[in-house]
């Protein structure tokens, strides 16, 4: 494994998020998976971008609990008839 950092890392982690996301072309995919086994350079960014996406994904999935989901649900509605009350005035 070498630690390049050069126009290959530059592509690779150009395209990190689409890789990740698996929302580029399969031919792509297998290039930035091969040049992410040969460098420790963008295996890192890679790892530390999964780990973050993984946190990130977990976070968004809790469901929040029913008193502040009303809460927030009554602020907005009364900022909603503040706003159209301010438009018929």
Same mark, same amino acid.
Do not use: N
């Given at each position: 494994?070498?630690? #390049? ?7 690779? *982690? ?12 399969? @031919?792509?995919?297998?290039?930035? +998976? @091969?040049?992410?086994?040969? #460098? ?10 999964? !780990? !973050?996406?993984? *946190? ?6 809790? !469901?929040? %609990?029913? %008193? *502040? ?9 009364? !900022?909603?008839? +503040?706003?159209?009350?301010?438009? +018929?005035?």
């Amino acid at each position: 494994m070498s630690d #390049c950092d050069g126009p290959d890392c530059e592509q690779a *982690l150009e395209s990190l998020y689409l890789f990740l996301d698996r929302e580029i072309d399969s @031919a792509s995919c297998e290039e930035i +998976q @091969a040049h992410i086994d040969d #460098c420790s350079h963008c295996l890192s960014a890679y790892d530390l971008e999964r !780990v !973050v996406k993984t *946190l990130v994904s977990r976070s968004c999935a809790e !469901v929040a %609990p029913e %008193p *502040l989901r009303e809460k927030v649900l009554y602020t907005i509605r009364t !900022v909603q008839v +503040q706003v159209s009350e301010r438009r +018929q005035g």
